[in-house]
């Protein structure tokens, strides 16, 4: 499986932007889908995560109600919207898959990784 994660950028605070995550090489609607993020100096972090058909989410606390997660298994893509982002947002954000449909906040159970996107958010 391979992944490819686009859509960051630069952002003032309050703005928003939508990541996306395209892969290849899989039944797409097997695979439980996650996105995190590492800060500099930080561990890497979950953000969200969403099942194989979909219809499952799951948020890290700091992001529920800002962040939304869904896909479109005809495209093979998953997307994060992010609104009302912080400065604390600021991150490198990656995209990651897992072999079965049930998603999880583990990072090291996801067996495949993109290869990141710069988000950076202004004050």
């Known amino acids: 499986v391979q992944l490819q994660a686009s859509g960051g950028g630069l952002v003032q605070a309050g703005g928003s932007l939508r990541l996306s995550c395209a892969a290849t090489g899989s039944t797409f609607s097997r695979n439980a889908m996650g996105w995190f993020r590492q800060a500099p100096g930080k561990e890497r972090e979950f953000v969200a995560a969403?099942?194989?058909?979909?219809?499952?989410?799951d948020y890290a606390d700091f992001v529920k109600g800002r962040f939304t997660i869904s896909r479109d298994n005809a495209k093979n893509t998953v997307y994060l919207q992010m609104n009302s982002l912080k400065p604390e947002d600021t991150a490198v954000y990656y995209c990651a898959a897992r072999r079965t449909y049930w998603y999880t906040p583990r990072d090291y159970e996801y067996a495949y990784w993109g290869q990141g996107t710069q988000v950076t958010v202004s004050s």
């Open positions: 969403i099942t194989g058909s979909g219809g499952s989410t």
